[in-house]
């Protein structure tokens, strides 16, 4: 069973971008694809993005179009997601989650396992 | 986009008790692509059901997803110490995938 493990909180100032990493620990890692999501204090889930590492072929939603990117380091089995402009808005836990289905782009599926989640504070 | 609306928002319930948690799209959900989760304080989501109504693996069989079209549900048939929990719905039928708000199941 794949295990998702994600990196360190993170404490950001308004402006500057945050990278987050997210290692799979064994499985197929190349064909499914590892999709980032969030979920702001007392909020619910928001998709953002995935990518299909076999294909580094990424898939965004429109609200983050242009301010995420999303990539894949096949040698570590590793996906990064990196959000720029942060803002206070963008204070949250972020989650990596594997597509339920292997060689579907990120958001068609279901998403199974999630990695623990990092917590990304932006503060001046 | 889907918005998926869940109803209540909380959930009072002692243990042993039956909890029903409604999940509502804003337009018919294809082939029953409605996923539920359950978020336990601190924990990240984990998968309970998918297809509306298909445990998955190690579920127990007290959860119980129903549906179609626009109206989904999922039944806890009788709540243990561990349930009490946010459970979110999400659906996958239409691009982007989206969740409800949750809904919070909280002990009496």
């Known amino acids: 069973q794949v295990q998702l493990v994600q990196s360190g909180a993170e404490v950001k100032r308004p402006g500057s971008s945050v990278k987050v990493s997210c290692k799979a620990s064994a499985g197929a890692f190349g064909g499914y694809a590892i999709n980032w999501l969030r979920q702001a204090p007392g909020q619910g889930l928001e998709w953002m993005g995935g990518i299909l590492p076999i294909s580094e072929m990424t898939k965004y939603a429109q609200e983050f179009e242009g301010r995420v990117t999303i990539t894949t380091d096949k040698s570590t089995s590793t996906t990064f997601m990196e959000l720029n402009s942060l803002t206070s808005a963008d204070t949250a836990f972020y989650y990596c989650a594997r597509e339920s289905a292997p060689l579907a782009p990120g958001g068609t599926w279901w998403f199974d396992p999630w990695g623990q989640g990092t917590q990304v504070t932006v503060s001046s | 986009e889907i918005v998926l609306t869940q109803s209540p928002g909380t959930l009072s319930l002692s243990p042993g008790e039956g909890a029903t948690l409604s999940c509502r799209a804003s337009?018919?959900?294809?082939?029953?692509?409605i996923v539920w989760y359950q978020q336990r304080f601190g924990q990240a989501p984990r998968l309970l059901i998918y297809g509306a109504s298909n445990r998955a693996t190690g579920i127990p069989d007290r959860f119980v997803g129903s549906g179609s079209g626009t109206d989904f549900t999922l039944t806890i048939t009788r709540l243990e110490p561990e349930d009490y929990a946010v459970y979110y719905c999400?659906?996958?039928?239409?691009?982007?995938?989206?969740f409800g708000q949750g809904t919070k199941v909280e002990i009496k």
């Open positions: 337009q018919s959900v294809s082939s029953s692509y």
């Open positions: 999400q659906q996958y039928g239409r691009s982007p995938p989206t």
